[in-house]
Structures are given as C-alpha cells and as structure tokens.
C-alpha cells in the first residue's frame, strides 16, 4: 500500500477542491505527505465549515478564516471569537497526530472537526492530546474513539 504521495499527485487531488472553494495550501518545502495527511485534509476540506486548510511538513490546520495580514494561514486558535478551526502536530516517523488547537464559538462543530481527522483512522496511528483545557470535551471524544489507542 502507498504510504507517501508526492507533490503532483497531492496537487491533483486537492485541485476539485480548490476549485469549489474551499482552499489547500501546501507550503513550498514540502515534496512528499504521508497519504494519511492527504486523506485527513480532504476531509477537513469536505466539512461545510471549512474554507482554509494549509499543510506543512509537521502540521495540518483548517479553518472557516484566515488571518488578513497573513495570508494562507488559518485562524484555530482556542477562544478566537468567530474563527472554527483546528490544527494538528504531526509525525510521520512515529504515525501520531497531536490536536494542538481546537476552537469553535459553534457547538458541535468542534466534534465535527475531530471525527473528519479520526474517520478510517489508520490503525498504525495514535492520536493524541497533550493540554486538555477543554473541561470535558476530549474525555468525550476519547470515549467515543475508545477504539483508537490515544497517547497521554
């Protein structure tokens, strides 16, 4: 099975995308993703909520907005008073993904964000969540994707 997809190939499969108007941006650097990456942020993509997603070498962001004074940079930071966003850390050497910020002013959208990330989640991969300010909301998402072997 194909674990890396290069930059044409990662190209063409966003172009639908990008065309309907939700946007992807894959900084420069980055030649090749791990195709879970890919699949993670087309499906991001695919919410109605999210209209920016931009991938780096170690991290996946996606929003409803992204900063005016920089653009291609998605707006997920925690208490941000519109923004829904999330963004993750991740590592293809050690298949995990971090959620490092998570916002939505929109109950269950929030939800929404993270089963797009976890659905057909690769069993090789952990999830994880290293500061959980969230009172309540990851012990729910744990439990819903008991299935999964978080990393505390």
């Known amino acids: ?9 990662f190209e063409k499969e966003f172009a639908p995308l990008n065309k309907s108007g939700t946007q992807i941006w894959v900084i420069t650097r980055v030649k090749k993703l791990p195709i879970e990456i890919v699949n993670m942020a087309i499906r991001l993509a695919n919410l109605d ?21 920089r653009p291609k940079v998605p707006i997920t930071y925690m208490n941000h008073e519109t923004a829904i966003g999330i963004q993750i850390l991740y ?12 916002n939505s002013p929109i109950k269950g959208n929030g939800s929404k964000m993270v ?12 999830p994880a969540v290293v500061m959980d300010w969230s009172n309540g909301f990851w012990d729910k998402m744990k439990e819903k994707y008991k299935n999964l072997e978080w990393i505390m």
């Open 1 to 9: 099975m194909k674990k890396w997809i290069e930059r044409k190939e």
């Open 49 to 69: 909520l999210i209209n920016f997603v931009r991938i780096c070498d170690e991290t996946l962001s996606a929003s409803s907005e992204n900063y005016t004074k």
């Open 91 to 102: 590592s293809a050497k050690y298949k995990t993904i971090d959620f490092y910020d998570i």
């Open 115 to 126: 089963d797009a990330l976890l659905e057909d989640f690769p069993k090789d991969w952990q």
